[in-house]
């Protein structure tokens, strides 16, 4: 369907009546928002076409009017420059005319054959598109892209322009390439300049090689005009061969020629436009048209729509005679073309031969057209055929319409009855010269003049419409009806149309199927107790959708009662649709027979379990029981769990990863550790171990990363100093924001510390700062702030949490698109999220609650749509100062010993790194590489082993087995466990007793040493 502007106004000359009437309902049909007026004079036209403001957008005007042309009316709107598309239309098919009316400036040219109509909303659009470029572009200054290396040269021709010629206006540029970048890369865009003029010698490349790109690779055909200062004539026949439009010698006075020059090849290109624009019209016309040489009747062209309706080929059809296509003889046929050439008769009545041997009735318009200095005739050919057995189906049609089933009536403006068929006549018992002087008020006695006029109002607004009422008979009996009315204009006349059926069988009917339907739920009625009783939606629905009876499952959520939603359709009260759900399972049911069950999601986010069970009768299904289940929790549910399912794999694979990464860092560090013992305090080498050595700190945290995501880091809580996190964190959050975001921080120094977990209070921190960038996608402003807090009665009894206290403050605001209230409501619910799937698990902020919670602390949200989130977080204050890190003891020096020990580890690498270490500090190391090995070793060295270091997790028996097997044997015997998995892996599998010394992977040879010495000294003292 053609697009238009709204609104979209056609002035339409046209004398024939039926013509414009075809084209006022096509209009109407298929482009509602196009505003038709017709006239049938020239004289109407002009006067409804005003220069200071048109009231059209489009003329479509016939060739031939009573007391013009539409070629006079195109001349003269173009003569009062009226900003108006012009389509001539026209029945005779005149070619000369079509001509014509191209070159006057008519924007299109439209034949009146067989299905012209059909086209005639398209034919508009493109024509008033067409209109307004050309406008456009005759509105615009002749643009010029100059290439010229010399500056004197071009100052010398801006001079002369702008004083001879100020519309065109130029601009320079100095190489072949910046002409290239200024034109489109491929053909059918439209470049921004009119003409290009090039001086032959440019740098990089020449006029020649640019034109040669111009037209061969790119395509396009935009004027070019070539100047050089020395005239060369194999340049100039080079030139014309690549496609130059013109070549201009700069000799004296030059200038005064190039506007002229630029005007004449711009003009000479628009006429190959419009030649080729002309050609097209007659090779891709829908019409049939045929081009003969009247003196021996040889077709000499015809077009693909002729071939295609004649069924020969472009080759064949043109060495044809027009005798074999035309069943007239070719005496009568050469008599026929002098009547079009001599006495310029141009409608024709012919019988035309098919390549297939069908004959058809056509309808020729025939004209003299001079073609190549030889006169010919054009033939423009209208299958008539279907219009005659049309003529003859009008026939057919007022029989069938006067012998139609139902009576049809035709009623003016003022009710009077104008035309009625048998059927209405027979039904009320009257003739039709009787019904002819009567009105809808002698048969209807319901009808009054009021009702009747706001009935006429509402028909007229609508078009249509259908209501029952009754009609009296001449015998004075009365019966029911329904009455369909449309309402037609024709002819500046407007009808009513009344389709009237007799109903007294349907109300029967209708009366009889109520009494069935009363019977029926009086039968039912003892097990709606037990229905009601169900939760679930229980229906029985009839075969149009209209519900039967309801239980009060089905009407849980609504307003209405069981008894209510009887009579309504189900997909009306249950969806609040207007028409039934796709697929519907009821609508399934009536079709097979057979029930059906199905699962289905609506668009309000509902996911319901649909089974419908068919009522079989005698005379076949007559009802459909529908049960529905909301399942939408329980299948949230079922997601979530598979959701948690999917997070517990990831973080039992992230613990594995860290066990073994954690293996891999303690080789590293210890081995690094003994390279720093082994060198001297000078020796410059030791800076590149510690770099290594603070890489593999960074590396370890890494692992404390995986271990807190799958859940299995035991929190460590310590004094915190809560601005040290801020600022330890600020680098690494800068990275993860983007640049058009700001991160500022105001930091409160007088905060005193919090007890706890520093890696868990970094993480809070990601989450939030992570979840406030992604509000900001356009950029914004990211805030974390810390202070005091003091918490007392009247915050808690404002805000419904908290205990009285001092607290620090940790705030973390946005100016990003913030958040709903019922957004808010769930914004720390397990598994909520606002981002699209794939993008957000749902437990960021769940995890970020959990760890405030777990640090007795408090969180709270505010945002509003478009200003914003702030969380703020409240963490207990303890009065003491933070401990020295870790770092700070590692500096201490270990005591040494003297003692041996049993070391079991299945890694050998850290194996071996243990036996190197120990002996470093006097120790006697003994090494097994499992648990079965460990024990064996034990018995042979039983007096002798001090303490066992031993690996929980070992192929063959376990590090705790190994243990008690050997305790067994001598209670008394120290142990250290050491394991790369979390503390609360090993304590959930029941590896660890409480109180047994246990050391963490990755450890380093000062913390490893110092264990043992710690356990080995507590235990003597003992």
Request: charge should be negative; include cysteine; charged fraction near 25%.
């Amino acid at each position: 369907m053609a697009s238009f502007e709204s609104p979209f106004r056609v002035l339409y000359l046209e004398d024939n009546a039926v013509d414009a009437d075809l084209a006022k309902r096509e209009l109407a049909r298929h482009a509602p928002q196009v505003s038709l007026e017709i006239v049938a004079t020239l004289a109407a036209a002009m006067e409804r076409l005003t220069p200071d403001l048109p009231e059209f957008d489009i003329v479509l005007t016939d060739l031939l009017l009573p007391d013009g042309s539409g070629l006079e009316l195109l001349s003269r709107i173009r003569e009062r420059d009226l900003p108006l598309a012009v389509v001539i239309i026209t029945g005779s098919g005149d070619q000369d005319a079509a001509v014509a009316a191209i070159k006057a400036g008519a924007d299109d040219y439209l034949v009146k054959r067989e299905d012209y109509i059909t086209s005639l909303p398209q034919i508009l659009s493109s024509s008033l598109a067409r209109f307004k470029t050309g406008r456009e572009r005759r509105a615009r200054p002749l643009r010029v892209l100059y290439a010229e290396p010399s500056g004197f040269d071009v100052d010398l021709t801006r001079r002369h322009l702008s004083q001879k010629a100020r519309h065109i206006h130029l601009d320079v540029v100095e190489s072949g390439t910046e002409i290239l970048d200024h034109l489109p890369p491929v053909s059918g865009s439209v470049p921004l300049y009119d003409v290009l003029l090039l001086d032959y010698r440019l740098p990089g490349m020449d006029a020649l090689e640019m034109t040669k790109v111009i037209r061969q690779e790119r395509g396009l055909d935009i004027p070019i005009v070539l100047v050089t200062g020395h005239g060369n004539e194999e340049v100039a026949i080079q030139a014309v061969r690549l496609g130059v439009d013109e070549y201009l010698v700069k000799h004296e006075g030059y200038l005064a020629q190039l506007p002229a020059v630029l005007e004449k090849v711009l003009n000479q290109a628009e006429l190959q436009r419009s030649e080729a624009r002309y050609h097209s019209m007659f090779e891709n016309n829908h019409a049939v048209m045929l081009v003969v040489n009247p003196v021996d009747g040889r077709i000499v062209d015809a077009n693909p729509a002729a071939c295609s309706f004649y069924g020969y080929g472009p080759e064949t059809i043109r060495g044809m005679n027009i005798s074999e296509i035309n069943t007239l003889s070719l005496p009568q046929i050469r008599e026929e073309m002098t009547q079009a050439l001599v006495m310029h008769r141009n409608s024709f009545n012919f019988r035309h031969r098919l390549a297939s041997g069908d004959i058809r009735d056509v309808e020729v318009f025939s004209g003299p057209i001079e073609l190549g200095g030889q006169k010919l005739l054009y033939s423009i050919v209208h299958d008539i055929t279907e219009r005659k057995k049309a003529e003859e189906g009008l026939r057919l049609a007022r029989f069938c319409l006067d012998h139609a089933a139902v009576g049809i009536f035709q009623v003016n403006e003022q009710g009077e009855i104008v035309d009625v068929n048998e059927q209405g006549c027979n039904s009320l018992g009257y003739s039709r010269e009787e019904l002819l002087c009567m009105t809808v008020f002698d048969i209807d006695p319901e009808f009054s003049r009021e009702r009747w006029q706001e009935n006429r109002k509402n028909i007229r607004a609508s078009g249509s419409g259908t209501f029952e009422t009754n009609h009296r008979r001449k015998d004075g009996t009365v019966f029911p009806v329904e009455v369909t009315i449309n309402y037609l204009e024709y002819d500046g006349t407007s009808m009513s149309f009344s389709f009237v059926h007799d109903i007294t069988e349907r109300k029967q009917t209708d009366k009889a199927l109520r009494e069935s339907e009363a019977n029926f739920r009086k039968l039912s009625s003892q097990f709606h107790a037990l229905l009601d009783a169900i939760p679930d939606s229980i229906t029985l629905q009839s075969q149009d959708l209209r519900v039967l009876w309801a239980n009060n499952g089905a009407v849980s959520g609504t307003a209405l009662k069981p008894d209510e939603a009887v009579g309504m359709h189900c997909y009306a009260f249950k969806h609040n649709r207007l028409h039934p759900c796709e697929p519907c399972p009821v609508q399934e049911c009536f079709q097979t027979g057979k029930p059906t069950s199905n699962v289905i999601a609506f668009t309000d986010g509902k996911t319901w379990d649909l089974r419908t069970i068919p009522i079989h009768e005698a005379n076949g299904i007559t009802a459909v029981i529908e049960v529905a289940r909301d399942i939408t929790e329980h299948r949230k549910l079922e997601e979530q769990l598979r959701h948690s399912l999917k997070l517990e794999s990831i973080g039992t694979l992230a613990g594995g990863i860290a066990h073994d990464f954690n293996n891999i860092l303690t080789a590293i560090i210890g081995y690094g550790h003994m390279a720093l013992m082994t060198m001297p305090e000078d020796d410059p080498r030791q800076m590149y171990v510690k770099c290594m050595l603070d890489g593999t700190d960074r590396a370890a945290q890494l692992t404390k990363d995986l271990l807190l995501f799958s859940r299995k880091q035991v929190s460590e809580r310590k004094p915190v100093d809560l601005n040290e996190v801020v600022e330890r964190m600020e680098k690494f959050l800068r990275k993860v924001i983007r640049e058009d975001i700001d991160y500022t921080t105001i930091l409160n120094p007088d905060t005193s510390p919090v007890l706890a977990d520093g890696h868990q209070l970094e993480q809070v921190l990601m989450n939030l700062v992570t979840n406030a960038r992604d509000a900001m996608p356009d950029g914004g402003v990211i805030s974390v702030t810390t202070e005091t807090f003091s918490m007392n009665e009247e915050f808690i009894a404002a805000h419904g949490y908290g205990r009285p206290g001092n607290y620090a403050l940790l705030t973390v605001s946005d100016t990003g698109s913030g958040m709903k209230e019922e957004v808010l409501k769930r914004i720390f619910d397990p598994f909520f999220t606002t981002k699209e799937v794939g993008k957000g698990t749902g437990l960021g902020l769940s995890v970020v609650y959990g760890i405030i919670k777990q640090h007795e602390g408090f969180i709270n949200v505010y945002s509003e749509p478009g200003t914003g989130t702030t969380f703020r977080i409240y963490l207990p204050l303890i009065k003491m100062k933070t401990k020295e890190t870790a770092k700070d003891h590692e500096e201490e020096s270990p005591t040494r010993g003297t003692e041996t020990i049993l070391v079991a580890e299945d890694d050998t690498m850290v194996r071996n790194l243990t036996k190197a270490i120990l002996p470093e500090f006097g120790y006697t190391v003994i090494e097994a590489a499992d648990g079965e090995d460990a024990v064996r070793k034990f018995i042979e060295n039983s007096d002798t082993i001090n303490l066992l270091l031993f690996d929980i997790i070992m192929p063959k028996m376990n590090g705790k087995e190994a243990y008690d097997e050997i305790r067994r044997m001598r209670p008394d015997i120290k142990v250290i466990f050491a394991s790369g998995y979390a503390s609360e892996t090993i304590m959930q599998k029941g590896l660890l007793d409480h109180g047994i010394p246990l050391i963490s992977k990755p450890v380093s040879p000062r913390q490893l040493v110092q264990k043992i010495r710690s356990v080995l000294d507590e235990t003597s003292e003992k």
